[in-house]
């Protein structure tokens, strides 16, 4: 005998790969003839951008190439000059499983560089880019939900989880001519580029997704006026991107990342031949994972008063939602400088920005680590560079102490600095966090129901037990034991809890 069973399916995100992939890369770069020879490196700056990436059969391949820049001071003068090129590399990340339609988020870093001068026209640089990787591919689960069949008790619960709805990645382009502000001289060469984005606002509609954001970037330039002086520029460029996603509706929650790729901020002519604003080219790459609550029925345990089952039980971890959570954070940072007296800051920047969030005992703590750049003029008129690493941590109280999990998308941003003395700069920082708060839990749930093989029914005979029952025995375990349906003790006994509410006698009935 096999009972027959109803099902519902429940949809969850598998993950096929989530972690990182090293990429090595070693390189000689030789100077161009109209680059001044080195005297010394200041800074050498590789920023590794992804230009594209696709999932084949059971892998991913990703292409990317690094933006490298190099500060230093000429041999000549001393003076601040930059040579950049750039380096192309590629991965290939094998999956767990071979799944065409996975969904990936990919974010490229540097985990370590050595870069040094061998001559005063060439370059040795060993870098190692890191791709942290994070690959789904949506799946659906056949929960059963009844058993039909008049002699088997069941036990059902149920309980909130997330269903998965979709997962995309959407890639678009921002392009722009940005003009110069304030009067601020020609471009001969840029030195520096930062670019991020942020997320601003999100709508979930039926059939699609609407995502509206600012790209925001800024660099550092030599003028043309005299190969000497530098300026700061920084703009942003706001999106809306109108995202096809199929199954999405207004009371859907999104886990959405977004992130820059593959950039270019070229040097624009004017009329004149002035170089007096930039051409903006950004490859962007955005991600969204989809979810619904729905309230999920499951059979936990079941037994048969007609003959013993067999039982089959499947076990799949629920995700349940637990909120999104959105704040600033914000931390005032120490650079101390040992070289030489501070003079003039010419450039301040932070790279390899870090958040990491965690949930424990009803709060959620954050910690934030990064690089804290300088580029200054000293005492005695030279160019200089000094660099820190911080590492704080924030902490903040939950509404509900059940969170276990959270997910956090980060915005770094330096939005104050001023010289506290000849030897120390006090720099402003804000991190904007938006987290998507969650729990799982791993739960076990009945498959199917079927006679054991080989074994026969139970006989089939009038009788009355009077069993004593202590004070909080579970009612389920009770019927369980002694083979009766459950709804019989409770109307025999006028119990309707789901444990015994006093010590005392019950009767069992049944054939």
Not at 90 to 119: D, F, N, W
Not at 194 to 221: K, P, Q
Not at 341 to 356: A, G, H, P, R
Request: hydrophobic share 35%.
């Amino acid at each position: 005998m096999q009972a027959k069973i109803k099902t519902r399916p429940y949809e969850y995100f598998d993950p096929v790969f989530d972690g990182t992939q090293e990429v090595p890369i070693d390189t000689e770069y030789n100077l161009p003839d109209y680059c001044a020879d080195i005297q010394k490196i200041l800074k050498c700056r590789v920023l590794p951008e992804i230009s594209s990436y696709m999932i084949t059969e059971d892998t991913l391949t990703c292409d990317g190439i690094c933006d490298i820049r190099i500060l230093y001071l000429d041999a000549k003068d001393g003076n601040l000059r930059c040579c950049e090129f750039s380096k192309d590399f590629s991965a290939s990340v094998k999956l767990k499983a071979s799944e065409e339609k996975a969904v990936a988020y990919i974010k490229a870093s540097v985990g370590h560089m050595t870069c040094r001068a061998v001559s005063a026209k060439r370059v040795d640089l060993h870098v190692t880019v890191s791709l942290d990787i994070f690959a789904v591919v949506q799946k659906q689960e056949n929960i059963t939900s009844e058993l039909e069949d008049p002699t088997i008790e069941k036990r059902s619960r149920s309980f909130r989880a997330a269903q998965a709805v979709n997962a995309i990645c959407h890639q678009f382009t921002l392009e722009d001519d940005l003009t110069l502000k304030n009067g601020k001289p020609p471009i001969e060469s840029i030195l520096r580029k930062d670019i991020s984005c942020r997320i601003s606002e999100f709508r979930a509609e039926e059939e699609h997704l609407t995502v509206n954001g600012t790209a925001e970037l800024s660099f550092l330039y030599l003028s043309s006026v005299d190969s000497l002086t530098t300026e700061k520029m920084s703009a942003s460029i706001d999106f809306s991107q109108v995202i096809d996603c199929a199954g999405i509706e207004e009371n859907c929650v999104c886990d959405i990342k977004i992130t820059a790729g593959e950039s270019s901020i070229q040097p624009k002519e004017d009329n004149v031949g002035e170089y007096t604003g930039v051409n903006v080219l950004l490859k962007m790459f955005l991600v969204a994972f989809v979810y619904q609550e729905k309230e999920i029925e499951i059979i936990d345990d079941a037994y048969s008063i007609a003959m013993p089952l067999e039982l089959r039980y499947r076990q799949n971890s629920f995700m349940e939602l637990q909120g999104q959570m959105s704040e600033v954070l914000k931390k005032k940072c120490v650079l101390p400088v040992m070289e030489d007296e501070i003079q003039k800051v010419i450039d301040l920047w932070s790279e390899q920005n870090e958040v990491q969030s965690y949930c424990d005992k009803g709060k959620i703590n954050y910690r934030i680590r990064c690089t804290l750049c300088m580029l200054y003029v000293g005492a005695q008129g030279k160019v200089l560079y000094t660099e820190k690493n911080f590492d704080f941590s924030f902490s903040s109280e939950l509404k509900n102490d059940q969170i276990k999990k959270s997910e956090t998308r980060f915005s770094f941003d330096l939005w104050e600095y001023r010289i506290v003395d000849k030897n120390t700069v006090e720099v402003s920082t804000e991190t904007a966090v938006s987290t998507l708060l969650y729990s799982r839990s791993s739960i076990k749930y009945l498959a199917s129901a079927e006679g054991a093989e080989g074994e026969k029914a139970f006989e089939k005979r009038s009788r009355l037990v009077v069993y004593y029952a202590v004070q909080g025995e579970s009612l389920w375990e009770i019927a369980k034991s002694h083979r009766a349906l459950l709804s019989d003790i409770r109307a025999q006994n006028d119990l309707y809890e789901e444990t015994v509410p006093s010590p005392g006698p019950i009767l069992i009935c049944g054939h």
